[in-house]
């Protein structure tokens, strides 16, 4: 659609940049992910609801060979859809750090964190940049479902130590018993517009925002290396604007939770939680 139709006709159209941090993550994930992004991207440029659109990845392994596989996957990325990604290398300064320095290079009017191992389904990315020409939300969320089928429902309204536990690093006999309470915490996976009377967290699996918000809030906070730097996130967030929860904003997800991560990932796990918690102590017994 050209610039004088959409003028014409009315269309909102927006720039955007996608934001993909790495490390040792399978290639053949990532690559499915960033097609699914690609796909994405035609029909929102065919459709006029964006005028330009990028993916960029941050290398955060520090190993070469990796780095040149990303290389050959951006490659063949280009064959298939006429567009690569743009990869950076960086130190490995964590998960929020990394996707801090990807908006800070970026120049788009939105910002998308996306995890490696998400797949976008049709009109996802569609539904959520319509979603935010109301210009009083800063932020949208999608509906997380597993790669098996079925909500994973990620985002919380009650994220306390027990909640946390029952979902996340308890033995599997002692999860089912807290499963009630677990379910219980989750947000319904229905359209919803959440602002600063509510006190919510969601995952940084995949968010939507307007990147001048973004960094007018400081991005993540890089004190989190790993884990609940997206929680964090969401309430400060919500302590300045409204967050919008969009179920047709919809990603496939392949993660685990930290119970099937490495002893490093549980570590890291446990040392956030304890940071979170300390600087919200409010919502420890919640």
């Known amino acids: 659609m050209s610039e004088a139709k959409r003028q014409k006709v009315g269309v909102s159209v927006s720039s955007l940049a996608v934001g993909v941090v790495c490390h040792d993550t399978d290639i053949a994930v990532i690559e499915a992910c960033v097609a699914s992004i690609y796909s994405e991207f035609k ?3 065919e459709r006029g609801t964006l005028h330009s659109a990028e993916v960029l990845i941050l290398d955060n392994s520090g190993n070469a060979q990796y780095a040149r596989r990303l290389r050959e996957m951006s490659a063949k990325l280009n064959a298939r859809f006429g567009r690569k990604p743009e990869i950076r290398d960086s130190k490995n300064n964590g998960f929020g750090a990394g996707h801090n320095e990807l908006a800070g290079l970026a120049s788009a009017e939105f910002y998308l964190i996306a995890n490696p191992d998400l797949k976008f389904e049709a009109g996802s990315i569609g539904a959520a940049l319509r979603a ?4 009083s939300i800063a932020a949208v969320m999608p509906a997380v479902v597993a790669e098996s089928g079925g ?3 990620l985002h919380f309204k009650k994220f306390g130590l027990l909640t946390i536990a029952a979902r996340s690093i308890l033995s599997t006999p002692l999860k089912m018993l807290g499963s009630r309470r677990v379910e219980r915490a989750r947000l319904p996976m229905t359209r919803q517009i959440y602002d600063r009377r509510t006190s919510v967290v969601f995952s940084g699996c995949c968010m939507l925002y307007r990147r001048g918000d973004f960094l007018t809030l400081g ?11 997206d929680y964090d996130l969401s309430l400060r967030t919500l302590a300045n604007a409204n967050v919008l929860l969009e179920p047709e904003f919809r990603v496939s997800h392949a993660g685990g939770n930290a119970s099937k991560k490495s002893i490093f990932h549980i570590n890291r796990f446990v040392w956030s939680a304890l940071r979170f918690f300390r600087r919200y102590p409010k919502y420890i017994f919640t």
């Open 151 to 153: 909500d994973q429902r």
């Open 43 to 45: 029909g929102a440029l």
């Open 132 to 135: 935010l020409s109301d210009g």
């Open 219 to 229: 991005g993540f906070d890089e004190k989190f290396f790993l884990y609940f730097e």
